[in-house]
């Protein structure tokens, strides 16, 4: 039996307790993954493993900052596989999901070589969201957008969001 989205959400409600930035952003990036994948038709599987990996796609932060003192991205990848798979585990998830979901989280900040439909659309939603909270401006936008957005869906938000007045 798959788990529900929320418990996964609780659980990383819990883990982030008293962080609403790191909540909220988590939060954002998993809504932008959700109706982008809804949008892309992408097949339940596949959907069900893109909103995993978007909640827990910042996991390894905590560990980073304590270990390395930097919430870098490349500190993210090293750092997040291994705690989201034991809270998968713990939750039961099946070991297939499990790794998938790894590699995604493992992989977020990596923009070459995307094997498959949600790695990108998690690439794009982390984007949408960092694009905003970093306050990334608008001529960096544009090669973004040219460089790393492939779907419909998430090139018509990025779109409306910063090229729209």
Known sequence: MKEKTSTIINEMISYYAGDVRRINHFLKVFSFAKSIGELESLEDDTQYILEIAAIMH??????????????????????????AKKILTKLNFDENLIDRICFLI???HTYNNIDGI?????????????????????????????????????????????FKK
């Open 58 to 83: 910042d996991i390894g932060i905590k560990v980073s900052e304590k270990k390395y003192n930097s919430s870098a991205g490349n500190y993210q990848e090293i750092e997040g596989p291994p705690v």
């Open 106 to 108: 493992g992989h977020h």
């Open 118 to 162: 949600d790695y990108q659309i998690l690439i794009e939603s982390d984007f949408l969201v960092n694009i905003y909270e970093d306050e990334i401006e608008v001529t960096q936008v544009k090669t973004i957008k040219d460089k790393y957005f492939k779907t419909k869906a998430g090139i018509e938000f990025l779109t409306n969001m910063y």
